[in-house]
C-alpha cells in the first residue's frame, strides 16, 4: 500500500473549498424595518397597518421586489404570497383617518424605511448581499468541483 502526497493544486483547492464552505455557513442576524411611533397607542392595529405598509413598499417596487425574493430561502413561490396578499389591503389602512392619527403615516414610513434599509443590503428581514454570497458561493462550488476532478484526472494520466 503506497501513500501519496496530495500536489499543490490539490491542496489548494481542498483550502479553497474549505473557505467556500465557511462563507456560504456564517449566520446573517434578520434586521427588521425599525419604524419609529409617534404616540403611544394600541399596538396591535399599528403593528398591522406597519406590517401591510412595509409588505406593500416591496410588493409595489421591482427592484426590491426582486431582491426580497431571490433572498428569500423559501423560494420565490411562498415568498410572493404575503406581498401580494399585502397589496389590496393597504388603501384601507391608508386613508383610515382615525388610524393615521393614532398612528401616524406609516406607508411614508415604509417608504423612507425601505430605502434606507435597500441602501444597506437590507429589504424586510433578509440581506440580500448574504444572497449574491450564496448563489455567488454555490457557483464557485461547482468550479471547485470540476477542478477537483480535472486534478485528479490530471495525476491518473
Do not use: H, W
Request: with cysteine; aromatic share 8%; proline share 3%.
Amino acid at each position: 500500500m503506497s501513500t501519496k502526497q496530495f500536489s499543490r493544486i490539490t491542496s489548494f483547492l481542498l483550502l479553497l473549498a474549505f473557505f467556500a464552505t465557511v462563507t456560504t455557513a456564517l449566520y446573517s442576524p434578520i434586521n427588521l424595518l425599525s419604524l419609529s411611533r409617534r404616540q403611544q397607542t394600541d399596538g396591535s392595529a399599528c403593528d398591522n397597518y406597519s406590517r401591510i405598509a412595509n409588505l406593500t413598499v416591496v410588493a409595489s417596487n421591482a427592484t426590491y421586489r426582486s431582491a426580497y425574493l431571490a433572498a428569500s430561502p423559501e423560494g420565490s413561490d411562498p415568498a410572493r404570497a404575503p406581498l401580494d396578499a399585502a397589496i389590496p389591503q393597504l388603501a384601507a389602512l391608508q386613508f383610515d383617518e382615525a388610524l393615521n392619527e393614532q398612528c401616524g403615516n406609516l406607508t411614508t414610513i415604509a417608504y423612507e424605511g425601505a430605502e434606507a434599509n435597500f441602501t444597506n443590503g437590507i429589504v424586510l428581514q433578509f440581506s440580500i448581499n448574504g444572497a449574491s454570497m450564496r448563489i455567488g458561493a454555490s457557483a464557485m462550488g461547482m468550479a471547485l468541483i470540476v477542478a477537483m476532478v480535472a486534478a485528479m484526472v490530471i495525476e491518473v494520466v
